[in-house]
């Protein structure tokens, strides 16, 4: 890793601390796999706190342009909002080739570019927040006309070794557990798998032009999955609506199966799936 590129990345960056560099280092190797190059015009999805968003506008350089969007508005997200962060961000050294907006559903009819606007357009770490998988697929259909490439990352469900298994169990609990949810603002709000992805792809009219797993085994995510599942177990029962007592109970064992994985075994973060589109 480049050193002083890291650096630079970081100072604009609300937080440059362990937790930061480390998920600033994992993108910079997502961008670097999708080839995003200097001049380009990006559009990312989902932009959230900025961590990839910053990275992108990096390697567009002064030239090109990162604009950010959201759905979720500036007074979310902890232990800083997205909003302060966003303006953070764009008073940055990086600043003047970002823009970020949030409260933004791209599948509203108020929203729309001109045929071809971005060179790349970026889904990160984000497809698990939409509410089903006919949303996500419309999405990649409204998407195809605004820009030349798809370039996507999301956790890879495919297991590469045992110790990954806590990181995934713990998303499948409370994939389960969102089902039955009609709102929510959980990070896991839809499961799906590279298979399923791909399928929604093809029926969108998109092309896969290159894929690949990638492994990023600092990342704190597993860790962070496996705790909230954990520590947030009882309040989804309470809140729970419609939920079968047969999968509740299916529920607890499997949380009784993580917590005795846990204390026995050494536990990393899933691997990310990523991919160009065309």
């Given at each position: 890793?480049?050193?002083?590129?890291?650096?630079?990345?970081?100072?604009?960056?609300?937080?440059?601390?362990?937790?930061?560099?480390?998920?600033?280092?994992?993108?910079?190797?997502?961008a670097e796999f999708w080839g995003i190059e200097k001049g380009k015009r990006v559009l990312e999805i989902g932009c959230g706190q900025g961590d990839t968003t910053v990275v992108l506008a990096y390697l567009v350089g002064e030239d090109g342009l990162v604009h950010g969007v959201d759905i979720g508005s500036a007074s979310y997200g902890a232990p800083i909002t997205l909003g302060?962060?966003?303006?953070?961000?764009?008073?940055?050294a990086l600043g003047k080739q970002i823009k970020m907006e949030f409260e933004v559903d791209i599948l509203s009819t108020e929203i729309d570019f001109p045929d071809h606007s971005f060179d790349y357009i970026v889904l990160s770490h984000c497809s698990w927040y939409f509410s089903s998988a006919v949303q996500l697929e419309k999405i990649f259909q409204k998407i195809r006309k605004w820009g030349k490439q798809l370039c996507f990352a999301e956790w890879d469900t495919r297991i590469q070794s045992l110790n990954q298994y806590p990181h995934l169990l713990?998303?499948?609990?409370q994939a389960q557990y969102e089902?039955?949810?009609?709102?929510?603002?959980?990070n896991v709000r839809t499961l799906f798998t590279p298979n399923d992805i791909q399928s929604l792809l093809e029926s969108s009219g998109w092309k896969t032009i290159k894929e690949q797993s990638i492994v990023s085994p600092k990342l704190q995510d597993g860790e962070w999955e496996i705790s909230y599942t954990l520590k947030e177990i009882d309040t989804m029962f309470e809140n729970s609506i419609g939920?079968?007592?047969?999968?509740k109970l299916l529920i607890k064992s499997e949380i009784n199966i993580l917590k005795?994985?846990?204390?026995?075994?050494?536990?990393?973060?899933l691997s990310i799936f990523a991919f160009v589109a065309e």
């Open positions: 890793m480049n050193t002083n590129r890291l650096q630079t990345i970081l100072s604009c960056m609300p937080s440059d601390n362990e937790i930061q560099q480390i998920q600033t280092e994992h993108r910079l190797k997502l302060d962060s966003a303006s953070y961000i764009m008073k940055s713990s998303i499948l609990i089902a039955f949810k009609q709102q929510s603002e959980a939920m079968p007592e047969k999968l005795e994985f846990i204390q026995t075994n050494n536990r990393e973060p």
